[in-house]
């Protein structure tokens, strides 16, 4: 699989965020976005998830082995998007339930223990420090397996064992093939490319 992205450009709000970025991303490879505040590198993530329009260029996966890129893609933004009501486990077996495309996955006990989380596996989410909520927001990507990770500060509230736990998950990711793009102001490790954004004039 190959991830490209030819003469990218993104207007929001009558401004111009990015225009004519480009990139090339092959499996196993990662490629870290950095850049200060307001540089664009959440507004390139949300793009590569269709989440937003191009006002320019283009973006293509190949090959795609069925449905569209986004359905291909784990996105996980700044918001951990889980339900407070519903335990840890309840919010990862909704969401492997809806998002399964065929891919499989981890169960979700695994992926909880993968990110050192099992202890709280019943526990309702609004009881969760923010660093547990980010780990399990960060399951998901385990419990159902999609080649094309989009990571949006992914290290954010994890202690240093779980940005560690964190590493360890990447890696291997990467070691099967699988692909990452990282937007993040920390350092993550990773091997690979780096695009670095700054903020136009």
């Not at 490629?31 to 590198?41: D, E, F, S, Y």
């Not at 070691?175 to 350092?187: E, L, N, R, S, Y």
Request: with cysteine; net charge positive; hydrophobic share 45%.
């Amino acid at each position: 699989m190959r991830l490209s992205g030819s003469r990218l450009t993104v207007e929001r709000g009558g401004r111009i965020v990015f225009s004519n970025l480009s990139f090339g991303l092959d499996a196993g490879g990662s490629l870290t976005v950095t850049g200060p505040n307001g540089a664009g590198k959440s507004t390139l993530l949300r793009a590569l998830a269709g989440l937003l329009p191009l006002s320019g260029g283009t973006i293509s996966c190949t090959p795609l082995s069925g449905g569209t890129l986004a359905e291909q893609a784990h996105y996980v933004g700044h918001a951990d998007a889980l339900k407070n009501l519903l335990t840890v486990t309840e919010n990862l077996q909704f969401l492997a339930a809806m998002l399964d495309a065929g891919y499989g996955g981890m169960p979700v006990e695994t992926a909880l223990a993968e990110l050192g989380l099992s202890h709280a596996a019943d526990l309702p989410v609004a009881y969760l420090s923010a660093g547990q909520k980010r780990r399990a927001a960060l399951a998901k990507l385990l419990v159902v397996k999609r080649p094309l990770w989009l990571l949006d500060e992914p290290l954010t509230a994890l202690d240093a064992a779980s940005q560690a736990r964190m590493a360890k998950v990447m890696a291997a990711h990467l070691a099967h093939g699988g692909m990452i793009v990282a937007a993040t102001h920390a350092k993550l490790g990773l091997p690979g490319q780096e695009l670095r954004l700054g903020v136009l004039a």
